[in-house]
């Protein structure tokens, strides 16, 4: 066999979490897995994650055999290995010794041994002794032909915080972050606005992460904070990276967590060869499966989108979490139907935490695709091993394409702790929610939209949408002038162009006042007899959220207020810009609205659903193509799936073939119940 690199597998992975570790006393399990893991058609296992006490069980004494042992078995059966570093759990040997490497949390209490990520990513003993470990494993494993790629330790800060320490060294290190950005205490002063309640800073030794013992009102100091702890975080992850390529030329990345508010994952994509993510729906939690399924289409699209690229679904789960207050069962076909969403979204895997359920502590109930006493004999296993023979038939027309959407809508990490600390009208705004609430339509209607943020290019886009774009960073303004200028569509809403990025207010005119054609004033947050509603193509849609009240200044009015005192004030407008336009939505509405909006948008546009389709409600599609060839062909695929709990019927427009059957289909289809059918051209 020749070595394979994760990047290029040559199929879709299909595995998982494996922890061999926890059963080194049970070799007869470990044999087991084996002849399972052929069973489910698994092909790759991730290795290593939380093994550091195994691999060094004491300081400097290292003991590999037993991890080569597994990697050149699984090897000689076909099954190959992300190897992780496995830093997420720090041995006691290590916390015991080096009272530093453990994080002090915003009250100046340093924490005790345990969990996970309770590091202090300023320690130079923790990167010492995590450089030392990563090294020898390279130089052991990184050419190795059973190991495709490096898995950088586990859901960084991930510890139920917000990965940040306040200790002395991370204190220092963050005034030197400081002194760099801004050079000067004047500098730092006016972009804080210390002069509010007279924080003025004399000396840069006065200057401390915010903390409830202390300050925390400090807008730009808060921004600048969590600014701070995620690069911090980026940096240790980055000796991680130069430890392993010290000796090892395999691609890095590591596991991400969806919107995870406290590091910026488009700079984290940054120091990754490939993006990896763990997703974990609350299928089953509502009145139907609608919004759970937008939610994780809008988090696939993310990952894609960090570098416009397949990705992998680095775990998820066959069947249950045992963490959310209730854990409810995946209901028969909605694993296959979220394992395949994942895939209709731009991953080239599927992968489990985890492959054998454990016997104790906090995730022996989390679900597996081996349960702790029956084997292959379960609904679980059969669904997984089903799953990978479907993954098998459509790897040879998904492998070599991606999503290649016309539609980007901003998300932006900074902007979102800006917004979560604004004190303003709603201090119950929820960005993520928002955004996703603006994404749910285009899903609906089977069109795929990348996600930026601020400081992504936008010439690619035919439509940029950037809802609640409060925080306005250096040069974003002038990049929408020439985008809308040179032909683009830009939508955005109320609550956008509020602040710099200091999160200091702009006063006088709205940063794009001449793209928008429009002149901001006051904002409410309607309810109770304030209640309003937007009219609309001659429709009533009611207003769920915050509203801006604005005059035009050159913008075409589309949609009113109806209600209220500003009742006839404008609640959507046109403005017409070089040879694109710009919208603003000055509300924000119920999903219809967005619906019937976008709808008129892309059909304007040319960038409606690529499958000729009639679609159901519930029923959606993606669709992942080859880059264009020369004389421009391009193959494409096609994820019809269906969320609904009943079966529901569509109507294909054209004649195209089931990949895996290749069954001619056209005109009225059903789909059965979280069925996903995979589709291309019938030729």
Known sequence: MNQKRMGSFGGIIHGGDYNPDQ????????EEDLQLMKKANVNCVSLGIFAWSHLEPEEGRYDFDWLERIIQRLYENDIYTILATPTGGMPQWLTGRYEEVLQVNAYGMRNYPGKRHNYCPSSPVMREKTRQLDTRLAERFGSHPGVIGWHISNEIGGNGGDGACHCDKCQGAFRKWLQDKYGTLDRLNAAWWTSFWSHTYTDWSQVKSPSPRGENLVHGQNLDWRRFVDCQQRSFCREEIKAVRSHSSLPVTTNMMEFFEPLNYFKWAEELDIISWDSYPDWHSGSDELQTAAGAAAAHSLMRSLKKSSFLLMESTPSVVNWRQINRLKRPGMHELSSLQAIACGSDSVQ???????RGSSEKYHGAVVDHRNGEDTRVFR??????????KIAPKVIGTCNRPRIAIVFDWENWWAVKDAWAVDNNLNYQS??????RPLWELGIDADVVDMEGELDAYSVVIAPLNYMYKEGYAEKVRSFVRQGGCYIT?????EVNDSDLTYTGAHPLEDVLGIRTEEIDAPGGYCENSV???????????????????GAEVLAEYQQDFYKGYPALTKNTFGRGEAYYIASLNERSFLKAFYSDIVKERGLGCGLQVRLAEGVTVNERSTPAQDNGAVERVWFLQNFNREPAAVELLARYENVETGETLTGRITLKTFECMVLTEKK
């Open 23 to 30: 059963w080194l006393d049970r070799p007869e399990i470990l």
């Open 352 to 358: 489990y935490f985890q492959w054998r359920k454990g």
């Open 383 to 392: 669904e997984v091993a089903r799953l990978g023979e479907r993954l098998e």
């Open 434 to 439: 928002v955004f996703v609430d603006f994404f």
């Open 493 to 497: 809403t109320c609550w956008s162009g």
């Open 535 to 553: 009219r609309y193509q001659g429709t009533d849609y009611r207003i769920t959220g915050l509203c801006g009240l604005v005059h035009t200044k």
